[in-house]
């Protein structure tokens, strides 16, 4: 390697030199001259070649003693390393035989401790759900260290703790049976946080102004329901935190707040009616101007058969009524004779039917026409609920309720409007028909009057 280092510097010397030689032309004036600058410039390069493998063998020399220092130490980190396995696996074996020997003395001991952070584990998730820790805050935490230290660390519970773990489950059970008031922070629907007094009903409920709230374990926080439920349940929130220790009616959810939620996220009226879509909406707006049909007639129906039957009591013929129109054919004939006479009634009673019976065709129509549009809004919300299971399957029912909802809301939607208006309809349809059997009687006693005269 030396061999090939040393060529490779005689080529670069003489390349320089070369270059040297070009440079200094001017003063290499023979070839012995240009001889001796090239044996000049060949000894310089021996003797840098010879400084550099000295440097090359010192550099060796610190190399392995480098790496004789370097195993050395990984020689000594072996053994350290082995000595320490060595320990490890005796303290093992000591850990067992302290671990046997803390068994046998704990004797049944042990047993009572694994109840206890068994109970401590499930007594806290009680506590943190119920919502006498709004009013006493701090028993979870407790309960949750205490089980944490005895499972990790395998730490025995004082005393005092085991007595504090009675303690709380006691209190517990003395708080839920007591109606207390309390004043505590509440976040309100728009999210403002005001200091209130709450009422609490044992470990059912909690009101305050008339209006439940809900209890959040895990942040520690009572916020009122978004979404109340019905208006007789407020009613008897307020009545129960206006009381002075007086009985009220209230009532409680015992399954800790599934039912109370269910009641929130029942729908109110309007809601119902929105589920319908558009069918419900049509069959509202029918349904409202049959109804108004049927209240103009049931109004006009009262008027007329109020002056007929003043006309039936009366000797003067008044022609504000149908009575009064049809009698006075009778003056204005008097010398037709019954048949001619007959006709003419007839003919004012034909004229009067119309105004009796107006606008009682629509209502029969409507009352028979809205259960049909609740069949349609039916057909359409099935409709509906079957692309929905088309397309994403039958694993999530609530993709399927919109359909179903519609499906439901516009049949019974169709069935409220149809049922009242059938029967306005019948009792709208009997009251004209009584007034034209009115003015038929009238009308023959008219003419077995001429009759008896002729």
Not at 245 to 251: C, D, I, K, Q, Y
């Amino acid at each position: 390697m030396i061999k090939h280092v040393k060529q490779i510097a005689f080529g670069l010397a003489a390349i320089s030199l070369s270059a040297q030689t070009l440079a200094q032309s001017d003063r290499a004036l023979d070839l012995d001259a240009l001889l001796k600058q090239l044996e000049q410039g060949q000894y310089a390069q021996s003797e840098q070649n010879k400084q550099r493998e000295q440097r090359f063998t010192q550099m060796r020399s610190e190399q392995d003693r480098i790496l004789s220092e370097t195993r050395a130490e990984r020689d000594q980190k072996l053994a350290t390393s082995e000595n320490l396995e060595t320990r490890f696996e005796e303290n093992e074996f000591k850990i067992a035989d302290l671990n046997t020997a803390l068994d046998a003395r704990l004797g049944s001991l042990k047993e009572l401790f694994g109840v206890l952070q068994q109970v401590a584990g499930d007594t806290k998730s009680k506590f943190q759900n119920s919502v006498v820790s709004a009013q006493i805050p701090g028993r979870a935490a407790f309960l949750d260290q205490m089980a944490q230290d005895m499972g990790k660390s395998s730490k025995l519970a004082s005393i005092e703790e085991i007595e504090r773990v009675w303690f709380e489950i006691q209190r517990e059970m003395t708080e839920s049976g007591k109606v207390t008031r309390f004043t505590t922070n509440v976040v309100e629907a728009g999210g403002a946080k005001v200091s209130k007094d709450v009422v609490r009903v044992g470990p059912f409920a909690l009101v305050a102004d008339g209006k439940y709230l809900d209890f959040n374990g895990i942040t520690g926080t009572v916020a009122e329901l978004v979404r109340q439920p019905a208006e007789r349940y407020g009613d008897s929130a307020a009545d129960l935190q206006s009381s002075n220790g007086e009985l009220v009616e209230f009532g409680i959810d015992p399954t800790g707040g599934s039912i109370l939620g269910l009641l929130v996220q029942a729908p109110n009226l309007k809601e119902r009616v929105e589920q319908g879509g558009l069918v419900g909406y049509i069959i509202l707006i029918v349904g409202a101007f049959g109804l108004l049909l049927a209240v103009e007639r049931l109004f006009s129906l009262t008027v007329i058969r109020t002056k007929v039957n003043k006309q039936l009591k009366s000797k003067e013929v008044k022609t504000n009524n149908p009575l009064g129109r049809v009698l006075k054919v009778r003056e204005e004939y008097p010398n037709a004779d019954t048949e001619a006479l007959e006709l003419h009634l007839t003919e004012a009673i034909l004229g009067e039917v119309p105004k009796l019976g107006r606008n009682l065709t629509i209502i029969k129509i409507i009352s028979v026409v809205a259960p049909l549009m609740g069949l349609l809004g039916t057909v359409t919300g099935m409709i509906n609920t079957f692309q929905a299971i088309t397309l994403f399957g039958t694993g999530d029912p609530k993709l399927m309720a919109g359909g179903i909802s519609t499906a439901l809301v516009t049949t019974v939607l169709g069935l409220v409007v149809a049922i009242p208006m059938t029967l306005l309809y019948a009792m709208l349809n009997t009251r004209s028909k009584n007034i034209v059997y009115i003015l038929q009687e009238q009308a023959s006693g008219v003419i077995a009057e001429r009759a008896e005269r002729g």
